[in-house]
């Protein structure tokens, strides 16, 4: 068996210890002698499986008891409907756009009613985060929405914006649990698990227990609405129980590792690495501005296609896997999620250095 460096940016790599942990239950769950995969969500063994997920998140994030977890499917797409859906209740939401994933967001919105444009950084292709410390929110808006980390083009949020009052909404797909974060500033926090966390087809919600109502938009359906998944405990259906029990796994080995804090350290350990290098090299440079650089989506570009496209090539067949940056911008991206290990970061740095003496 030999394992490359996945510096995919989602679905992306995961920490071995846990794909190792469930290699050895596959066959027999812990004397169930059966699969997770084969099992009724309904079991005993499966309630287990997710109250301890949840208890586990909880006590990582420090989630609040007046926030309610819920384990849902469709992905981070799904919600870019079911925020709307559920809590556009004036038919009116601000959205801040920073990237794709933003502005699929507030194109969906549309559909339910006026999502308002209140910032960008479409002007310099996404390579900032706009200031947002004053901006013209609408008095009767419900929320107001950000992507916090964008995954595409490296920016993350370091500062919320100043949301005058109004629930801010997040899509933390790409920087979930890999710092602190203070739930109490959020109205709803939510990211689909594969980039940080476990398999693809499953997104995690927190929300504010008073933003769960029956009070949707006419025609939202049961499956949509988030009063039905929190009535039951996100088993009103069966739910993505395989994801459900890996996102828990990875839970355990983030408290293993110490919390959110110790993770926050050892990706700023990790990140500074690379940007110290990004910034003193003549071949490679960074896309982001400093201040707003993600330290998970780490985007750099050679300024020559063919070079880009060559150190691509190179890198693959060293054990250094999709570097390749999104197919919209170009050049390079490496995702050095939590569970990339910081060799893996030291080793491609090595990697650069040796690519720019033979190509300069
Ligand atoms: C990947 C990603 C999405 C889309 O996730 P799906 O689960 O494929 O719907 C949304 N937002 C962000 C920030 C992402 O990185």
Not at 229 to 243: C, E, F, I, M, V
Not at 282 to 287: E, M, V
Request: charge should be neutral.
């Amino acid at each position: 068996m030999s394992r490359v460096y996945n510096f995919s940016a989602g679905p992306a790599v995961l920490p071995e210890e846990v794909l190792k942990e469930a290699a050895e239950e596959m066959l027999d769950y812990r004397g169930c002698g059966m699969s997770v995969m084969e099992m009724s969500h309904r079991s005993k063994a499966f309630e287990t499986i997710i109250q301890t997920a949840e208890q586990d998140l909880r006590d990582l994030m420090n989630i609040p008891n007046n926030y309610r977890v819920l384990f849902l499917q469709g992905g981070a797409s799904q919600q870019f409907a079911m925020i709307p859906m559920n809590l556009m209740k004036n038919r009116k939401a601000a959205y801040i756009i920073t990237g794709q994933w933003a502005k699929k967001a507030f194109s969906e919105a549309k559909i339910y009613g006026e999502a308002v444009d209140v910032a960008s950084s479409a002007d310099k292709t996404f390579s900032y985060i706009p200031d947002c410390s004053n901006l013209d929110i609408p008095e009767d808006a419900d929320y107001v929405y950000i992507c916090e980390n964008n995954t595409i083009y490296g920016t993350k949020f370091h500062t919320l914006p100043n949301t005058k009052g109004k629930n801010l909404v997040a899509d933390v797909s790409s920087c979930f649990l890999s710092e602190p974060t203070d739930v109490t500033k959020y109205g709803l926090i939510y990211g689909g698990v594969q980039k940080n966390i476990g398999p693809a087809g499953m997104v995690i919600v927190i929300i504010r227990e008073d933003l769960i109502t029956e009070d949707t938009l006419s025609g939202t359906p049961t499956m949509l609405k988030y009063k039905t998944h929190a009535d039951h405990n996100s088993l009103y259906n069966t739910p993505p129980a395989y994801g459900i029990y890996i996102c828990g796994k990875v839970f355990q080995w983030l408290k293993k590792r110490g919390g959110l804090s110790a993770m926050k350290e050892y990706n700023e350990k990790k990140a500074k690495i690379l940007y110290d290098f990004l910034d003193q090299s003549k071949l490679f440079q960074g896309t982001v501005v400093k201040q707003d650089r993600s330290l998970m989506n780490v985007p750099f570009v050679t300024g020559n296609e063919e070079l880009d496209a060559k150190f691509v090539k190179e890198a693959k067949t060293c054990g250094f896997e999709n570097l390749k940056g999104h197919r919209t911008v170009g050049g390079m991206r490496a995702s050095i999620y939590n569970a990339m290990p910081i060799e893996g970061v030291e080793k491609l740095v090595e990697f650069m250095e040796k690519f720019e003496k033979e190509n300069i």
